[in-house]
């Protein structure tokens, strides 16, 4: 069975504060993605990564960071949290091969930010 | 750039009653579509996808999406939704051999008993 695993479901932080989420897959997946996910906006794209050590800004990359040094995992760095990304972070993966680029999700990391 | 865009945020229905969930998207390139189901409390998983072929798709738990292309939409349709339909609905697209796969807002499924 497929799995993508974060490493925290919870996390409150401060403000300022340095905030690492970490993502591994065990399906030899070339591709992995951040996405944050709030009501009302649906899924919106952080980062992806190709290969290892490979990066790509997605449509909302201000105040993150990302880090890709083996292939089943992929972590997410917010330099210095602030309130506005409080929100659900979705970790997916995805084959590069195949016809369709089905994507593989986490269960999530609930981040809030005080 | 891509977007794509869910008719309905928020949707009641009966146990048995039918269901059709709206979902255009603007691409005007070659394109896969996916609907993906959040669950209460689990994870985003796969509904259904399109990449080519019959434009009328079955998924799992009966459900199926019929892509227009000449509309760019791919609405989402069940017969006889169940109580167990409850959940969160999300139309997703990328460009074929693409990267990116873009999501729409989603939708809230509440069906009573």
């Known amino acids: 069975d497929v799995k993508v695993t974060q490493s925290s479901r919870y996390l409150v932080k401060r403000t300022g504060e340095k905030v690492f989420l970490e993502c591994v897959q065990d399906m030899d997946h070339e591709n992995m993605f951040w996405y944050r996910q709030d009501p009302g906006l649906g899924l919106r794209l952080i980062y992806f990564?190709?290969?290892?050590?490979?990066?790509e800004k997605g449509d909302i990359p201000e105040g993150y960071s990302v880090s890709r040094e083996k292939k089943e995992r992929f972590s997410l760095i917010l330099e210095s949290a602030s309130t506005n990304q409080t929100s659900m972070y979705l970790c997916?993966?995805?084959?590069?091969?195949?016809?369709?680029?089905?994507?593989?999700f986490g269960e999530g990391s609930r981040l809030t930010v005080l | 750039a891509q977007s794509v865009s869910q008719h309905n945020h928020h949707v009641i229905l009966s146990e048995a009653a039918s269901l059709e969930l709206g979902c255009n998207y603007s691409y005007g390139g070659t394109v896969n579509l996916f609907w993906y189901v959040q669950y209460p409390g689990q994870h985003l998983q796969l509904l259904l996808k399109?990449?080519?072929?019959?434009?009328l798709v079955k998924g799992i738990k009966g459900f199926e999406a019929e892509f227009i292309k000449s509309k760019f939409s791919f609405n989402l349709r069940k017969p006889s939704v169940q109580w167990s339909d409850t959940a969160e609905y999300f139309c997703?697209?990328?460009?074929?051999?693409?990267?990116?796969?873009?999501f729409g807002a989603g939708t809230r499924l509440f069906v009573k008993a």
């Open positions: 997703a697209v990328n460009e074929s051999g693409g990267f990116k796969t873009i």
């Open positions: 990564s190709y290969d290892v050590k490979m990066k």
């Open positions: 997916a993966s995805r084959d590069s091969g195949g016809a369709v680029g089905e994507l593989f």
């Open positions: 399109y990449f080519s072929g019959d434009p």
